[in-house]
Structure formats: C-alpha cells, structure tokens
T-cell receptor, first 110, second 114 residues
C-alpha cells in the first residue's frame, strides 16, 4: 500500500525561527512530490519536485527531494505568523491520484 | 478569476437523508477529484474523474457516488449519509496528468451528519 508520512505532526516555534518539515514516502511508482499549504480552508500549491537534489525556492520557503532515501524536506526561514498553517505533502504515483500525508500543523508565535 | 466552487459550504443533516454537494470549475480542467479531510488522517481521495463520463474510485469510495456529465461539474452524492461521513470535503481540479500540474482546491464543505 502506498504511504506518505509527515513529521512532525505538530510544531510550535517563535517568529524568526527556521523550521524543517519532513515527508517520507513508500510508493510503488514515484512520479512527483508536491507540497501544499492549508491556512483556513483550501490547500494552495507550493512546490512540485520530480528530480533529486534540485532545490525549489520561493522567497523564504525551499524544498528538496531525495529519491534514493525517499523523502523530501520543506524549509521555512525567518518564519512569520502568516506561515502558521497545515503543510501537506503528496506523492503522485501515476495512478491518476495523489497520496497525501497526514500534514504538519505549524504554529508561529510572535 | 480561475476557481473551484463548492456548495454548500456548511451542512448539518440527519442520518439517511440524501444530499448532494456541488462542485464546479471554470478552468476547463479534465481532471476532478473529491477528498475528505479528517483529523490525523490527512486528505483521502473519495472519487476522481479524468474527463466527462469517466470516473473511478479513490481510496474511500464507500457510501458516496459521483457523476461527470459536464466537464465543469462534478457533484458528490451521499445517498444515505451516516455519522461516520461527518468530515470536511474538498473538490479539486487539475490539468492532466495530475502529477505534472498543481491541483486547485475548492473552499471546502463542512458536513455534519447526526
């Protein structure tokens, strides 16, 4: 059974800290890995990763994929209260569906 | 504005009373999908559709039906809702293949079945 596991499930830090969110996967056929941010309601897209070792970056957020060790990390530097959200990792297996992890709830305290 | 809309946004109903949650997208996407989100379980796929008249089961299809008669609409039907279907539901759409493009999510429907 395809599985995506995120850690930690919950994280509380102070504004300005740097955080690293983890996503590991065990799937029969890996095609791509996607990160989403879920604030109040609907998830919004952050990154799509297909190749190992190539960092994707957007402002203070960055992500990288390791296809040998089967994981990805999402880094957020100089965190702000607006970064508080649930961060979702999903893997596309080619079977016309995404397998999602449980999500990491990130809380940034001022 | 490109968007996925869902209605209703909130619904409280009783066991056994049939209901439909509508979903519509204006981006001409081929792929549409329904997810439910429960605490600690992340997003789980209920049904998906690769195009008009083509639907298939996701991971948790029991108790749900869907139809795709038009490209823009993908309603979710609960013929006889039960309390274990209390959840937050998301509709999403994407170009094909879905792993190469981001999915756009609707605002969610919070369903409570008593």
């Amino acid at each position: 059974e395809d599985k995506v596991v995120q850690s930690p499930l919950s994280l509380v830090v102070h504004e300005g800290d740097t955080v690293t969110l983890n996503c590991s996967y065990e799937v029969t056929n890996f095609r791509s890995l996607l990160w989403y941010k879920q604030e109040k309601k609907a998830p919004t897209f952050l990154f799509m990763l297909t190749s190992s070792g190539i960092e994707k970056k957007s402002g203070r957020l960055s992500s990288i994929l390791d296809k040998k060790e089967l994981f990805s990390i999402l880094n957020i530097t100089a965190t702000q209260t607006g970064d508080s959200a649930i961060y979702l990792c999903a893997v596309y297996t080619g079977a016309q569906k995404l397998v999602f992890g449980q999500g990491t709830r990130l809380t940034i305290n001022p | 504005e490109a968007q996925v809309t869902q209605n209703p946004r909130y619904l409280i109903t009783v066991t056994g009373k049939k209901l439909t949650v509508t979903c519509s997208q204006n981006m001409n996407h081929e792929y549409m999908s329904w997810y439910r989100q429960d605490p600690g379980l992340g997003l789980r796929q209920i049904y998906y559709s690769m195009n008009v008249e083509v639907t298939d089961k996701g991971d948790v299809p029991e108790g749900y039906k869907v139809s795709r008669k038009e490209k823009r609409n993908f309603p979710l039907i609960l013929e006889s809702p039960s309390p274990n279907q209390t959840s937050l539901y998301f509709c999403a759409s994407s170009r094909n293949p879905i792993g190469a493009y981001e999915q756009y999510f609707g605002p969610g429907t919070r369903l409570t079945v008593t």
